[in-house]
């Protein structure tokens, strides 16, 4: 487990990816110079993450445009950071000579979301995202499950957020793909099985019991 006497401290980057315990929760980022530890998930991040990832997944991977992949480490522009969900173009996705995927990713997602848990700063969520589509990122999603609110960020663009009747769109990384913000927030909705009809055996016997 990563020492808290390591947060804050003021390395290099070169020391920080040396470190073992940079991927052991709670998960390391290097921002700035200094060693920030990433906050845990709670049960609606983890649902938004999960129902998120299926669904952006559902349609890229048929038109083979690239993978989805929770808590990735990507190193770039002198910061290594660790967004909730990140999607890479396949070309993006680096293999060895056997197509198996390589592990380091010293770039940017083609797609960085951030799911706002309800212990973590929503500022650092927001400068997460301007820094990630300043510095190669064409896209990127901030969700926050206790407001209900979306905002889409773009490069040398102001962040938009979305009406409740909006939709997220992929574009230009996911042309045509689309998301409605009632339906991702829906996915917060425990699904209650629903009760099964009587038999008509059991039926009959109530109806006899009655007379």
């Not at 649902?47 to 890229?60: F, Q």
Request: glycine share 6%; with cysteine; aromatic share 6%.
């Amino acid at each position: 487990m990563a020492s808290p006497a390591r947060v804050g401290k003021m390395i290099t980057l070169e020391e920080f990816l040396r470190m073992p315990e940079i991927d052991e929760q709670p998960y390391l980022e290097y921002v700035d110079g200094r060693i920030e530890a990433k906050v845990s998930p709670q049960k609606k991040h983890g649902l938004l993450e999960k129902r998120l990832m299926m669904h952006v997944d559902a349609y890229s991977q048929p038109r083979q445009l690239g993978e989805t992949f929770p808590e990735l480490r990507c190193t770039f522009a002198g910061r290594s950071i660790i967004p909730d969900v990140a999607f890479l173009l396949d070309d993006h996705i680096k293999t060895d000579e056997d197509g198996v995927v390589l592990n380091p990713t010293f770039r940017p997602p083609d797609i960085h979301i951030e799911i706002v848990s309800p212990d973590q700063s929503v500022q650092k969520c927001r400068e997460k995202l301007v820094f990630s589509t300043a510095h190669g990122c064409p896209l990127g999603w901030l969700i926050d499950p206790e407001r209900r609110t979306v905002h889409v960020y773009r490069p040398r663009r102001r962040p938009q957020r979305l009406p409740d009747e909006g939709v997220l769109e992929g574009d230009p990384v996911l042309p045509g793909y689309r998301l409605p913000v009632a339906e991702l927030f829906d996915w917060l909705k425990v699904r209650k099985p629903k009760p099964s009809p009587p038999s008509p055996r059991s039926a009959s016997t109530a109806a006899g019991e009655e007379t």
